[in-house]
C-alpha cells in the first residue's frame, strides 16, 4: 500500500518517489494518494504497525515531528489529555480562566468539574494541574506548541 514511501523513524523523515508529500492549512503533513489525501502520520503508523488506529497524538505537539518516539496510538480521549496550550489563553493553563473577578477552575472528565474560584493565579494553577495528575492527564498537556 504505501511501498513507494521511504521512512526514517529516527528523524521522522519520509521521502516518495510517487507520491506529493505536502503540508495541509492546519500544519499536518501530508500525501496525496491519487485524488485522495492522507495525514502522514497515519500511513507512518501503517508502515510500521500494518494497520492504522483511530487517533494517533504527535506527543509533543509538533504536527511535521513524525519521528516514530513522538507518535502514539490512544483513545481520542487521551488526546484531548495532551493538547497544546492555546495562544489565546492569558492564564497560561488550561482550564484556568478569568470569570466574575476571579480565576475559575474545571477540568473535563467526562463532564466539566468545577474547582472553584480563586483571587490568586498560582493557586488555580497549582489546583487545575493537580487534577490533571488526579485524572491521568498527559504530563505533555498545556505545553505550548511548538
Given amino acids: 500500500m504505501y511501498s513507494d514511501l521511504n521512512y526514517n523513524p529516527?528523524?521522522?523523515?519520509?521521502?516518495?518517489?510517487?507520491?506529493?508529500?505536502?503540508?495541509?492549512?492546519?500544519?499536518?503533513?501530508?500525501?496525496?494518494?491519487?485524488?485522495k489525501s492522507i495525514l502522514l502520520h497515519r500511513a507512518i503508523w501503517a508502515i510500521v504497525?500494518?494497520?492504522?488506529?483511530?487517533?494517533i497524538d504527535h506527543i509533543n505537539h509538533n504536527r511535521q515531528d513524525n519521528r516514530l518516539a513522538n507518535l502514539?496510538?490512544?483513545?481520542?480521549?487521551?488526546?484531548?489529555?495532551?493538547?497544546?496550550?492555546?495562544?489565546?489563553?492569558?492564564?497560561?493553563?488550561?482550564?484556568v480562566r478569568w470569570e466574575k473577578g476571579k480565576w475559575?477552575?474545571?477540568?473535563s472528565h467526562g463532564r466539566n468539574i468545577h474547582l472553584g474560584y480563586f483571587t490568586d493565579l498560582e493557586e488555580a494553577i497549582l489546583t487545575r494541574k493537580l487534577a490533571?495528575?488526579?485524572?491521568?492527564?498527559?504530563?505533555?498537556?498545556?505545553s505550548v506548541q511548538v
Fill in 72 to 95: 502514539r496510538n490512544c483513545t481520542r480521549k487521551d488526546n484531548m489529555r495532551n493538547k497544546p496550550l492555546l495562544a489565546k489563553n492569558i492564564s497560561g493553563c488550561h482550564g
Fill in 132 to 142: 490533571e495528575k488526579e485524572y491521568g492527564y498527559h504530563d505533555n498537556h498545556g
Fill in 10 to 35: 529516527e528523524t521522522g523523515v519520509v521521502t516518495s518517489t510517487k507520491r506529493k508529500i505536502y503540508t495541509d492549512s492546519v500544519g499536518y503533513l501530508r500525501i496525496r494518494d491519487g485524488k
Fill in 104 to 107: 475559575r477552575v474545571r477540568i
Fill in 49 to 55: 504497525h500494518g494497520s492504522v488506529p483511530n487517533e
